[in-house]
Structures are given as C-alpha cells and as structure tokens.
C-alpha cells in the first residue's frame, strides 16, 4: 500500500474504535518528537513583516523526502493570516497524514496594492521548492491548496507563468494543485457601459486597477499544457451564487482541451466556511479527498 495512503488509513483508525465515537473523537496532538514548528520564515529578501510562512515538518521521523502542501488563506485579499482559526489548525492535520504544510502570508491590498498578493505567493511557492529538500520534503511533490480568495491566487499562479517565471520556476515544478471554493473565471461588474465599466475601475472602488488587469487576472484565460493536474472542490451551498460551480466547470473544459487532469466535485452539506474547518477532523471526507489526491500525484 501506498505509504502516504497508509499514513491517512492510520489516522482514520487512530480515532474509530467504535462507530459512536468517531465523529465526537478528536485527533491526538502531533508528536513533538518528529514535527518541527518553524515559524516566520522569510521567503523573500527584505521583505516586511507579512512575507513569510510557517513551516510544519512532517520528514523528520523516517528521513525520507516527503510530499508538501502549500496552503494559502482566503479574505478577499483584504483580511487573513495564516495563524488565524481555521487556518492555523489546518497543517497539523496535514502532519498526521505524513505530509508537510506550509501556511503561507502575503501582503494584503491595504499595504500593497495588487498584483502583490499573487506575486507574494509566487514567491513563497518558489522558496518552498528550492528548500524544502532540507527540511525533510520531496521537491517534485510540492502542491499548493488555497481556499476563497487564496484559492483564485494559487490558480492565478499556476496558469499565468509570469508569476512563478519571475522566480526562477515554472508551474510544471508543481505536483498538483487544490482550489477550493474560489471563482475561476473572473465576473464582471453588472455596468454595461465600458465607459462607466472603466471609470468604475478607475475610482478605486474594487482591488483591480484597471479592466485590462481584471481580465488578466482570470485563471481560465491562461490554462494550458503547463498547468498541473488540479482538483477544484465547490461547496454545496456556494454552487449557484456566484456561479462558481458554472465556473469551474468551464475551467475544467479548458483544461480538458490542454490535456490536462482535472476534477471537479461538489462537497456535500459544506458551507464556503465550513468546506475548510471541516477538515480539522482526519476523518473529514473533503480532507481524505486532498489526501488521496496527493497520494496519487508524482511529478
């Protein structure tokens, strides 16, 4: 059996001992002797306070490289951290599963304006790679996962690769990618005039500068063979308003035609929020879902 698959079947038994109690149990603490908390990393030079990551090691204990998962959180770009609940539980059920997390800041649009975010994360994926093979990581199973708006910044990265080329990497150093609950295909303001539409830009009033860098900030617009195999997960209640599930289906189609996999589910009974916290619980079926997803991806 495939170890990682083993390690996640493990996890699930740890806490089943009786049909009752599963859903009440919670998961054991992570053992100290083997995980490694390595807090505020500076992925780039220089950067300020917000560039940087928390690294959760799961390669210690065997000494073999392990896969790793790149989380980045959501907030419409405007709020969010990556210690913040559920966000900051989210690695340790990772680490149970035999896989590294990282949970990685960016620079919110109150202090940068975009595109910083999208570019911060580039950043910090490219670090990632280049170093987690002294921490314990296999670099060739490196995937990102990002939820709400972190979703759209991970997708935007992986299709447009002006992002990760300013690194010095490509999206096909990628061994997968998760996007959950996030739109992507970008949606216009309901403003019929391109008149009004670019002086709706032009005042300010929406993250994006210009219409031009709206459109360009569509992940669906740049799929291609370079983007690595992704799975999209929509929550039930999120399908419909926006249209993230039409959505996400044209950006499967768009895929397809670049012969690239891809999957598209709908979570059931899951919220946008509740999609993610979840997850905190190893018997979580979205959570096994990532797990198996990552199980079966080599790059």
């Known amino acids: 059996m495939n170890a990682l698959l083993r390690g996640a079947l493990v996890c699930v038994l740890a806490g089943a001992t009786t049909p009752a109690g599963i859903a009440a149990q919670r998961p054991a603490a992570p053992d100290t002797t083997w995980v490694t908390i390595i807090r505020s990393l500076a992925y780039r030079q220089n950067g300020d306070s917000t560039q940087q990551l928390l690294f959760y090691d799961a390669g210690r204990r065997s000494g073999a490289g392990v896969p790793t998962v790149v989380f980045v959180h959501g ?6 951290d990556r210690s913040d609940p559920p966000v900051g539980e989210m690695c340790p059920n990772f680490l149970r599963a035999g896989i590294a997390c990282v949970s990685v800041n960016y620079r919110l649009v109150s202090r940068a304006p975009w ?3 999208p570019d911060d994360v580039a950043s910090a994926v490219a670090w990632v790679i280049g170093n987690v093979a002294s921490m314990g990581g296999d670099p060739k199973r490196v995937f990102v996962f990002g939820h709400s708006s972190g979703c759209h910044l991970v997708s935007l990265i992986v299709t447009d690769t002006t992002y990760l080329t300013r690194y010095g990497r490509s999206p096909r150093d990628l061994a997968g990618v998760v996007a959950m609950g996030c739109l992507l295909r970008q949606v216009p303001p309901a403003i019929s005039d391109s008149v009004k539409l670019r002086e709706f830009f ?15 900030a569509d992940p669906t617009r740049h799929v291609g063979p370079h983007v690595p195999p992704t799975l999209v997960l929509v929550a039930e209640a999120e399908q419909l308003q926006p249209p993230i599930l039409e959505n996400a289906r044209a950006f499967a189609d768009r895929m397809r035609e670049a012969g690239r996999p891809v999957d598209v589910e709908v979570l059931p009974n899951r919220t946008h929020m509740t999609a993610l916290t979840m997850m905190q619980d190893p018997l979580d079926p979205t959570f096994m879902r990532i797990v198996g997803f990552i199980a079966r991806r080599h790059r």
């Open 75 to 80: 907030g419409g770009l405007t709020s969010g």
């Open 115 to 117: 595109p910083a975010q």
């Open 202 to 216: 032009a005042s300010g009033r929406w993250i994006y500068p210009s219409l031009e860098t709206f459109r360009d």
